[in-house]
Each structure stands twice: as structure tokens, then as C-alpha cells.
């Protein structure tokens, strides 16, 4: 059905989109377990690390792997405002804060498009031109440079919520709130830190993917759709099921969209999330009905 | 809640007669242009009171808009490939929205809350995706066009109406508005629609005395649905034509925006929103592209700040009238 | 074929077993109480028997018929109906269209009728109904007072005429003078009696309050560690020796 050459392609792409899917999915499954705060606008952060690139790449001339770490802070940063404007005076409204997400969406798309433009795609040059040469399949580097960066990230994650103090208050935070307050932890701090991480990891898969895709204000739009089906799969507030359900994804995704188009990969991504609903509700890893 | 009949029918037909009334000599005042935005205004109040009616067992859905669109294509397909009439083609558009609101509610049934929402979004989507990819009906990404115009008689009939002028479609929606605004009404004033409030505020209790939540809640939402396809319907025969990029995500928002500003406790809820956003739209235009931006901070300004919507003011403004006049409250 | 009965009914969670094997017949227009002492299983028992739970084996038959498993709005159907321990209503209702809403399963609840109601008399004779088990259970004075402004006890008691709305056959009670003081629990015991007596419906409860249990039950069946322990007519249980040994410590019997 396919030669070899298309499959080790489709294979590196699937893992390349699976990395992506998983960077912007994590960050949406931490502030979703930690306090129930679903971000509509997590593909707005998204695009603003794509903008953090092309203003510090493509305008400035830093060096990309610069602009790269700088999208972290700065678009964690913007998650943190999101949490003190909307999410904290609607804490407890899970809809009310993601429609009122939604509502920033729109403005940070207005803003975006007045400041950089909205018609013309700002493209980003390419700073790892080339491909490898795997088994006579040719995948560029810029694109499999996304996958040690993710499980760099991902990792530094799980080694965070594991291992570091703040870390595992965001866990014990997740499992049980008022525990966590009757510990002394500050629940302020933590929805703080978790949308500071949220938009960390949505920057930086932003600015990674700033010289792959066209960057344009409406670019997150498909990969917020994305994550939050990854989210459902995977299980509303887990992040090992949003890791996992992104590679899934990422695998149905980039194979359907080869043997026969995207359009047909995204219903049968939709098809599948339909399927695990119908079986397990909760999600892959979940074990909450939210 | 319960109200006496005499009282609740005031509540109804008042503001109903009032608006109507206005309605009625809109076309003597305004413009051609005016007039088909008018006819929008009217569609868009069916869609946003068809989707109230899911809100009452606290199920907020996503896919709403799209939900219209389906109605919308099965109008514009049937008028067009199969050249049935109208009153034929709409009734069959509702029950085909009615049908794929089923689908949905198979895997969405399965969730509550917040994995609802975004299911029934997921679920949207692939539709919308369905009407890019298969060009045999839905045209694709170039969508149905040509859409016949409504027919009733042939020139020389006595009861012929020309649907080429604009008067008469805008007639013709304001009459089916109305029609859906009774039916709803009645709905929600029944026994059904009071186990639906019911459900919402404590669905274990309602499992207990007999009433099957689960099948309650696809019935809305089949209900909700077939009142989208009938707005779908009315905007296939008035636009003339389908785009299936009419019908992406932010249209949905909006809907959103007009049931949180109005809100959706009353019934009246949705419709001040629709006409209230509907005149900050027109009023904005001269905005231009900054118009999404205004319009996302009114929607976060009313969700922190009034989250109830402007008919929780409404009293507020009765008691002020009543105390102006001193009349005896109409409650 | 027995009125009600409970077959070899277990139920586990994950590791913990909360009931075992237990038996259970009710005759009809029997009151049954069902108490034990803390951590016995008898929410656990009672949220099987009533249908919120499935258990883990074992069956639940009303009439011949099984109705473990089936879904709790059904097996309202077929006439068994729970009260609930929590204040359960609908908080901005009044307390008459509560108990109208709960006549759900004698109405016309079709869209058609919804739109047309072309089935006026139906309705008329379910609040004739609503109005008449208002009054039955001493509740008239607050017909039109919002459910959310009752008292505990008064929401309690409405929460049986709920139930009651639905012409069950077999009515079951959870803890059903919890939070309760002293005056309002003979209130309940009376309605409790009033309601096998003169409507002739059956009881199962559950309770922790003994005063109560003795005076209102035919029949007591107790509950340890899951498992059934003893049997029989309150005074024999009274002065049952395990039963006594099982709540040793707790002052909760009245010798």
C-alpha cells in the first residue's frame, strides 16, 4: 500500500506532529487537572510563541534557538494573565471561564493582526535547512529538531511535578484541593504556576513550528482544536493520557492525511475521540467524568 | 414559576405584541438593505431560542451553529437537486437536523459538563469537515449555490406571493418566528419543560421519582436542533446560497455572546441579547477589523461581571416603572 | 412469589467488600427496618436495593421480578421509589409544583401535548393529587412557600411526598429522621405509619435511630460487617446478644 520510503516519512512526520500535539496538549491537561481551567484561547498562545520567533528571529536576527527559549517565559507569562483576568473571577465556572477565553481570543487576534498584519503570512526562514537521509526518505531537520525539544520539555515536566516541591503541590493541588489547602498551599500560586506552564509549553511549540507552518493570527486555531480532542482522549486532567493520545493522534493524523487528505485525517481524529467516548468516557488514562 | 395562566399569558403576549407591532411597519421604514438584515436579526432570534431551550438542563453545546448549517444544506440540496417545495423542504430540513442530532447525542449522552461542551464541538467539526470534503451534494469548499426561491403559486394565482421581493420573505419569517417563539414558549411553560428545569437542578433526585435524565436530554436536544434547522432552512432561502465557511467556530461564539449578554434564566433572555448585540454590530461597523476585539471584551466583561445576563436586570427596571407609576406589580 | 426480595446480594468496591451474601424478604405492607452499626454497609445495602447502585452479584427482585441493575428511573416505574438522606428537591419550586413535577410518571409528558395541551384533564387530576398527598402529610400551610425556604424537616417530608407522588408500591427510606429533633421525628414516624396504613404501600428503611426503628417497623433486620446478623421482631432484636455485642460501646441502643 505504501513504499517504504513514504512510510519512514509518514512515520518521522507522525512523530514530529505527535511531539507537537503533546506540547501544546500538556500544558492544556496541567491547567485543566490543577483548577478545572479550560483556556479556548490556548491556541492564541500558541501563535504568540510563533510571533515571539518571528519578531526575535526573522526581524531582530537573535539566533533562533534564542527566540525559542525566550517564547517560553513570554508567553507564560501572557498565561498568567490569563489566570489573574478570567480565570480567578470565574474559578468554580469551568464554562464561564472558557468562554470568556474565547473572548480573548478574539482580541488577542485583532491585536496580533493590527500590529504584524493579517492578510500576507509572515514567513520565518529556515534556521536547520537540510533533511537526514533515513532508509532513503528524506525528513528536514528543522522538523525532527521538534522531537528531542519536546522530550527535553516533557520530561523536564514530569521531573518537575515529581520531583520538585512546587511541582508536587501542583499534583496534590490537581487530586484534591482541599486537602492541598489545609497543607498551606497557596491555590492562588498554583493556578498561577500551572497557566504560567501552560503557556510556557504552547509558546515554545508555537516558536518551534514558527518556521514549518504559515504564521498568520488565526494559526492556532487548528492545533487549540487539536489539543483539546488530544485532552478528551487522553483524559480530561492527565498528562500522561495527553502525551499519549497526542502520539495516537499525531499517528492517525499524519498516515490518513497521506493516503488520502487532511480533511478526511481530521474527521477520522474526531471519529476516533467519538469512539472513545462512546467505550471510555473518562478517556484513555482518565479517571474523572468531568 | 408555575403562574396563573391569565398572568403568564401578559408576560407573553405583551412584549410579543409590542415587538411584532414594530415589526409589522419595519418595512414601511427602512430600506431593502435594512430590511434583509432585519430578516437575519429574525433567524438569529430562532437559533438563539432554540439553544436556550437546551440551557434549561444545563447543557451547553458547541455545535449549534453547525446544527443550522445542516438544516441549512438539506434545504438548499433539496430545493435545489430535487426541486421540492418549500413546505415540503423545510419540515424535512428539521427532521434531517433532527437525525444528525441523535448521532450526536450518542457519544455526547456519555459526558456532562465540560467534555460535553467540547465533544459536541469535535462532533461540529466533523460535520463541517463532511461538507468540505464531499463535493457530491454539498458543493465542497465552494458550498450550494442557486438556491431557488421560495415559490408560492405562479404569477396570475390569487394566491400568488413574489418572493423576489424582499417584503414578503421578511413577512414570511416573522410569521414562522413568531410561531417557533409560541412553541417554545408553551414548551417551556409544560411539564416537559419544567422536568427539564428539574433535571438541572438535581437530576439524581428526578431518576428517582421516574424521569429518565439520559433520554431527557437527547429529547432537548433533538428539540434544540430541529428549531436550528429551521433557521438553517429560512437563511438557505434567503441567502440564496451556502458557504461552509459561514459556519466556522466564531459564528458559534457569537451565538454564545447573545445568550450570555441577554441570559437565559427568562425566556426573553436570549432575544434582548440578540437585539442588543445585533445593534452594537450594525453601530460598530466604522470599527472594522477591531469589531472581533470589542466583542471579545464585552463577552469577558459579562461573564465576570454579569453573568446572569441583561435580564437580570429586568427586574430591577420593572420595579423602577412600577414605582414611577404606582401600579400594582404585574409579576 | 415473594412481594420483595434480596437474593445472596454482594457488592464490592475495587478491594473493599461492603456487603455480603445477603438475604432479605419484605412482605407487602410490611414496615422493615434495616440498621447496624457504623461501617455495616447499610448505605451500601440501600443504594443497591434502591437501584442507584448494581451490585456485584447477587439480585434484587420486586414482584418476580429482578430489579438490580436496571436504571433507577425505571425501576420507579415499576413501583419501588427511594427517598433520599440529603435535603432532595427542587430549590425554586414551589412546594406544590415540587410535588406535581414528581407526578411525572401519571402524565402526559409527550412534546405533543407539551405544545398543545390538548390533555387538560390529565393535569387537573395530578394536581388534585399533588394537592390532596400535600395534605396527607400535614404539609398545606406551606403549599405555596418557595422548597428552598422549608425548614430541614419540612424538606424532608416533602422529599416522601415526592416520592409518594408517583403511586409507588414500596417506598424506601433513607435515614428518614436524620437532622431531625424529637418533634419532628414523631411527625415523620406518624406519616410513616399513615402511609402503610391507610395507603397500604411497603417500607424499607434504613436509620440509625433506634427510638425510631422500635416504634415504626414490623420486622428489623441488622446488619454487621456487611453480612446479615440477626432477624426478627423488635423486641426480640432488642434483646438480641450479637446484636447488642455489635453496637457495644456505642450508646445507641435503648435498653
Known amino acids: 500500500?505504501?513504499?517504504?520510503?513514504?512510510?519512514?516519512?509518514?512515520?518521522?512526520?507522525?512523530?514530529?506532529?505527535?511531539?507537537?500535539?503533546?506540547?501544546?496538549?500538556?500544558?492544556?491537561?496541567?491547567?485543566?487537572?490543577?483548577?478545572?481551567?479550560?483556556?479556548?484561547?490556548?491556541?492564541?498562545?500558541?501563535?504568540?510563541?510563533?510571533?515571539?520567533?518571528?519578531?526575535?528571529?526573522?526581524?531582530?536576527?537573535?539566533?533562533?534557538?534564542?527566540?525559542?527559549?525566550?517564547?517560553?517565559?513570554?508567553?507564560?507569562?501572557?498565561?498568567?494573565?490569563?489566570?489573574?483576568?478570567?480565570?480567578?473571577?470565574?474559578?468554580?465556572?469551568?464554562?464561564?471561564?472558557?468562554?470568556?477565553?474565547?473572548?480573548?481570543?478574539?482580541?488577542?487576534?485583532?491585536?496580533?493582526?493590527?500590529?504584524w498584519g493579517v492578510g500576507l503570512m509572515r514567513s520565518v526562514p529556515v534556521p536547520y535547512k537540510g533533511s537526514a537521509e533515513i532508509l532513503g526518505a528524506a525528513v528536514s531537520w528543522q522538523r525532527l529538531a521538534i522531537i528531542p525539544a519536546t522530550i527535553i520539555m516533557v520530561g523536564g515536566l514530569w521531573f518537575f511535578l515529581k520531583k520538585i516541591k512546587a511541582g508536587k503541590a501542583l499534583r496534590a493541588c490537581a487530586q484534591d484541593t482541599e486537602a492541598a489547602v489545609l497543607q498551606g498551599i497557596s491555590i492562588n500560586k498554583m493556578?498561577?504556576?500551572?497557566?504560567?506552564?501552560?503557556?510556557?509549553?504552547?509558546?515554545?511549540?508555537?516558536?518551534?513550528?514558527?518556521?514549518?507552518?504559515?504564521?498568520?493570527?488565526?494559526?492556532?486555531?487548528?492545533?487549540?482544536?487539536?489539543?483539546?480532542?488530544?485532552?478528551?482522549?487522553?483524559?480530561?486532567?492527565?498528562?500522561?493520557?495527553a502525551v499519549l493520545a497526542a502520539f495516537i493522534l499525531g499517528f492517525i493524523h499524519t498516515f490518513v492525511s497521506t493516503l488520502y487528505d487532511s480533511v478526511t485525517a481530521t474527521m477520522v481524529g474526531v471519529l476516533f475521540m467519538a469512539i472513545v467516548l462512546i467505550v471510555k468516557p473518562t478517556g484513555l488514562l482518565g479517571n474523572v467524568k468531568v | 414559576m408555575l403562574k396563573s395562566s391569565a398572568?403568564?399569558?401578559?408576560?407573553?403576549?405583551l412584549p410579543v405584541f409590542i415587538i411584532v407591532g414594530f415589526l409589522c411597519v419595519a418595512p414601511q421604514i427602512v430600506s431593502a438593505y435594512r430590511l434583509e438584515l432585519l430578516?437575519?436579526?429574525?433567524?438569529?432570534?430562532?437559533?438563539?431560542?432554540?439553544?436556550?431551550?437546551?440551557?434549561?438542563?444545563?447543557?451547553?453545546?458547541?455545535?449549534?451553529?453547525?446544527?443550522?448549517?445542516?438544516?441549512?444544506?438539506?434545504?438548499?440540496?433539496?430545493a435545489k437537486k430535487f426541486g421540492v417545495p418549500f413546505y415540503a423542504a423545510m419540515p424535512l430540513a428539521g427532521m434531517i437536523t433532527v437525525g444528525v442530532s441523535l448521532l450526536f447525542a450518542v457519544p455526547l449522552s456519555r459526558t456532562i459538563g465540560f467534555a460535553f461542551f467540547i465533544a459536541s464541538f469535535a462532533l461540529g467539526e466533523f460535520v463541517r469537515h463532511v461538507w468540505l470534503k464531499f463535493h457530491n451534494p454539498f458543493g465542497g469548499a465552494r458550498g450550494v449555490n442557486g438556491i431557488p426561491k421560495l415559490e408560492i403559486g405562479q404569477s396570475g394565482d390569487w394566491y400568488f406571493v413574489d418572493f423576489w421581493d424582499s417584503t414578503n420573505f421578511y413577512f414570511f419569517t416573522l410569521i414562522f418566528t413568531v410561531l417557533v417563539l409560541v412553541i417554545l414558549y408553551r414548551i417551556d411553560r409544560s411539564r416537559i419543560g419544567n422536568a427539564w428545569k428539574a433535571i438541572y437542578a438535581d437530576s439524581e433526585l428526578c431518576e428517582s421519582i421516574g424521569i429518565n435524565v439520559t433520554r431527557a436530554r437527547v429529547m432537548v436536544f433533538c428539540v434544540a436542533g430541529f428549531f436550528a434547522g429551521i433557521a438553517g432552512s429560512l437563511m438557505a432561502y434567503l441567502i440564496g446560497s451556502i458557504d461552509p465557511h459561514n459556519f466556522e467556530m466564531v459564528e458559534m461564539v457569537y451565538l454564545i455572546i447573545w445568550v450570555v449578554v441577554g441570559g437565559v434564566k427568562t425566556f426573553w433572555g436570549p432575544l434582548i441579547g440578540v437585539i442588543s448585540m445585533s445593534l452594537v454590530f450594525e453601530l460598530?461597523?466604522?470599527?472594522?477589523?477591531?469589531?472581533?476585539?470589542?466583542?471579545?471584551?464585552?463577552?469577558?466583561?459579562?461573564?465576570?461581571?454579569?453573568?446572569?445576563?441583561?435580564?437580570?436586570?429586568?427586574?430591577?427596571?420593572k420595579s423602577f416603572f412600577v414605582d414611577l407609576f404606582g401600579k400594582k406589580e404585574i409579576s | 412469589m415473594s412481594f420483595f426480595s434480596v437474593k445472596k446480594l454482594s457488592k464490592n468496591f475495587g478491594g473493599l467488600q461492603a456487603n455480603h451474601m445477603i438475604d432479605l424478604e419484605v412482605e407487602e405492607g410490611e414496615i422493615r427496618g434495616v440498621i447496624g452499626p457504623n461501617g455495616a454497609g447499610k448505605t451500601t445495602f440501600f443504594n443497591v436495593v434502591s437501584g442507584f447502585y448494581a451490585p456485584s452479584s447477587g439480585t434484587v427482585e420486586f414482584k418476580g421480578q429482578v430489579i438490580s441493575g436496571l436504571h433507577s428511573s425505571k425501576i420507579a416505574k415499576l413501583g419501588v421509589v427511594r427517598t433520599f438522606q440529603r435535603a432532595a428537591l427542587f430549590p425554586d419550586f414551589t412546594v406544590l409544583e415540587n410535588v406535581v413535577i414528581a407526578r411525572h410518571l401519571n402524565a402526559d409528558v409527550s412534546l405533543m401535548n407539551a405544545i398543545f395541551r390538548h390533555n387538560n384533564k390529565a393535569e387537573a387530576g395530578n394536581l388534585e393529587r399533588a394537592k390532596e398527598i400535600i395534605n396527607f402529610l400535614g404539609l398545606e400551610h406551606e403549599q405555596d412557600n418557595i422548597a428552598a425556604n422549608l425548614s430541614h424537616g419540612y424538606q424532608r417530608v416533602l422529599g416522601v411526598a415526592m416520592a409518594l407522588a408517583t403511586e409507588?408500591?414500596?417506598?424506601?427510606?433513607?435515614?428518614?429522621?436524620?437532622?431531625?429533633?424529637?418533634?419532628?421525628?414523631?411527625?415523620?414516624?406518624?406519616?410513616?405509619?399513615?402511609?402503610?396504613?391507610?395507603?397500604?404501600?411497603?417500607?424499607?428503611?434504613?436509620?440509625?435511630?433506634?427510638?425510631?426503628?422500635?416504634?415504626?417497623?414490623?420486622?428489623?433486620?441488622?446488619?454487621?460487617?456487611?453480612?446479615?446478623?440477626?432477624?426478627?421482631?423488635?423486641?426480640?432484636?432488642?434483646?438480641?446478644?450479637?446484636?447488642?455485642?455489635?453496637?457495644?460501646?456505642?450508646?445507641?441502643?435503648?435498653?
Open chain 2, 284 to 317: 460598530s461597523r466604522p470599527l472594522e477589523e477591531w469589531r472581533p476585539l470589542l466583542f471579545g471584551v464585552i463577552l469577558i466583561v459579562f461573564l465576570v461581571y454579569m453573568p446572569g445576563g441583561l435580564e437580570t436586570i429586568i427586574p430591577r427596571f
Open chain 2, 7 to 13: 398572568n403568564s399569558s401578559v408576560e407573553f403576549w
Open chain 1, 191 to 241: 493556578t498561577m504556576l500551572a497557566m504560567f506552564l501552560s503557556g510556557g509549553f504552547a509558546g515554545v511549540g508555537g516558536a518551534l513550528m514558527a518556521p514549518i507552518i504559515p504564521v498568520t493570527p488565526y494559526m492556532g486555531h487548528v492545533y487549540a482544536i487539536t489539543a483539546f480532542i488530544v485532552v478528551i482522549v487522553g483524559g480530561m486532567a492527565s498528562i500522561a493520557g
Open chain 3, 168 to 255: 409507588p408500591e414500596m417506598l424506601m427510606l433513607d435515614e428518614p429522621v436524620a437532622g431531625m429533633n424529637s418533634g419532628e421525628k414523631a411527625i415523620m414516624v406518624d406519616h410513616v405509619k399513615k402511609i402503610r396504613d391507610d395507603w397500604g404501600i411497603t417500607v424499607l428503611l434504613v436509620e440509625h435511630d433506634m427510638k425510631t426503628v422500635m416504634n415504626l417497623c414490623d420486622k428489623i433486620t441488622v446488619l454487621d460487617f456487611g453480612e446479615k446478623l440477626a432477624e426478627g421482631l423488635p423486641e426480640d432484636i432488642i434483646h438480641n446478644k450479637k446484636v447488642i455485642e455489635a453496637y457495644l460501646g456505642a450508646d445507641e441502643i435503648v435498653a
Open chain 1, 1 to 115: 500500500m505504501m513504499e517504504l520510503e513514504t512510510l519512514i516519512q509518514s512515520f518521522a512526520n507522525a512523530l514530529v506532529l505527535g511531539s507537537i500535539y503533546a506540547m501544546v496538549a500538556v500544558g492544556l491537561a496541567l491547567a485543566f487537572g490543577v483548577m478545572q481551567m479550560a483556556n479556548f484561547a490556548h491556541g492564541e498562545l500558541f501563535m504568540a510563541g510563533a510571533y515571539v520567533v518571528y519578531v526575535l528571529y526573522s526581524l531582530a536576527g537573535l539566533p533562533f534557538f534564542i527566540a525559542v527559549i525566550a517564547a517560553f517565559p513570554i508567553v507564560a507569562l501572557l498565561g498568567v494573565l490569563f489566570e489573574r483576568a478570567i480565570f480567578r473571577p470565574t474559578r468554580g465556572n469551568v464554562l464561564a471561564g472558557f468562554m470568556a477565553t474565547a473572548g480573548a481570543s478574539f482580541i488577542f487576534q485583532v491585536l496580533v493582526g493590527q500590529q
Open chain 2, 39 to 78: 430578516t437575519i436579526f429574525l433567524i438569529n432570534v430562532i437559533l438563539a431560542q432554540s439553544y436556550r431551550l437546551m440551557t434549561t438542563t444545563g447543557d451547553w453545546t458547541l455545535c449549534h451553529y453547525i446544527l443550522m448549517g445542516v438544516g441549512a444544506y438539506a434545504t438548499g440540496i433539496l
